[in-house]
């Protein structure tokens, strides 16, 4: 393996933990689009693979790697008094206000990666509006040298052009990078762009889903560092 000269992270499930970020925000989001309507609360639930009772995601549903505009439109089908446009941008300001849960104490392991000379990015199927509100809300956007989402015009994972834009955009060969995400999704994206595969468990998919589509999975990227030494 080629010197890893720098680091593209997915950003719910890998920065912040994707059940403790999203259960909950999920059940106050279809609390308040149904307004008491249990029924409809139900079918928007159903639609977006979410447990109301639990809040939490099923660990099949689309949500976990889907775009912002995939939500948008599984909650629109079941909302016809909402125009789709507006419903977007309604979505789109919550996700930027909803409350990160870390995975890691993140401004001090990128820290440490930074201190390695490492160029850090982001790459995540939500709007890069959302993804930089979210990680400067917990004080890191800083730290990151690129910050990509699903509507910068790369495309959306698994489709591997937030990863070449990366790569071009840091002036860096791909087998000297690599991609860290929680679900299959990011794998392949990252086998399609020449990237070094590394899962971690800090989303809904487990080992067992990931490994035999990563070079490595870790428990957390508070790994990471350990993992780069070794």
Do not use: C
Request: glycine fraction near 10%; avoid cysteine; hydrophobic fraction near 50%.
């Amino acid at each position: 393996m080629a010197e890893i000269a720098g680091i593209l992270f997915d950003k719910d499930g890998v920065l912040f933990d994707f059940q403790k970020t999203w259960g909950g925000w999920a059940a106050d989001m279809i609390a308040g689009i149904s307004r008491g309507d249990s029924l409809l609360a139900q079918r928007l639930a159903d639609a977006l693979g979410y447990d109301l009772q639990a809040r939490v995601f099923r660990p099949d549903s689309f949500v976990i790697a889907g775009t912002a505009q995939q939500v948008a439109d599984a909650l629109a089908a079941e909302l016809s008094e909402w125009e789709p446009s507006a419903l977007f941008s309604h979505l789109k300001e919550e996700t930027a206000r909803a409350k990160q849960a870390e995975s890691v104490p993140l401004r001090t392991v990128l820290t440490d990666l930074k201190r390695r000379d490492l160029r850090l990015g982001v790459a995540t199927n939500d709007t890069v509006d959302a993804a930089k509100s979210n990680i400067a809300s917990v004080g890191a956007l800083d730290l990151f040298d690129f910050v990509s989402g699903s509507d910068s015009g790369y495309g959306a994972k698994p489709e591997p052009g937030m990863l070449f834009g990366f790569a071009e955009a840091m002036g860096l060969l791909p087998e000297t990078l690599v991609m860290v995400g929680d679900s299959t999704h990011d794998m392949h994206a990252a086998k399609a762009a020449g990237f070094t595969r590394v899962a971690v468990l800090t989303g809904v998919a487990t080992a067992a889903d990931l490994a035999p589509h990563a070079d490595v999975v870790l428990p957390d990227i508070g790994a990471l560092g350990d993992w780069l030494d070794s």
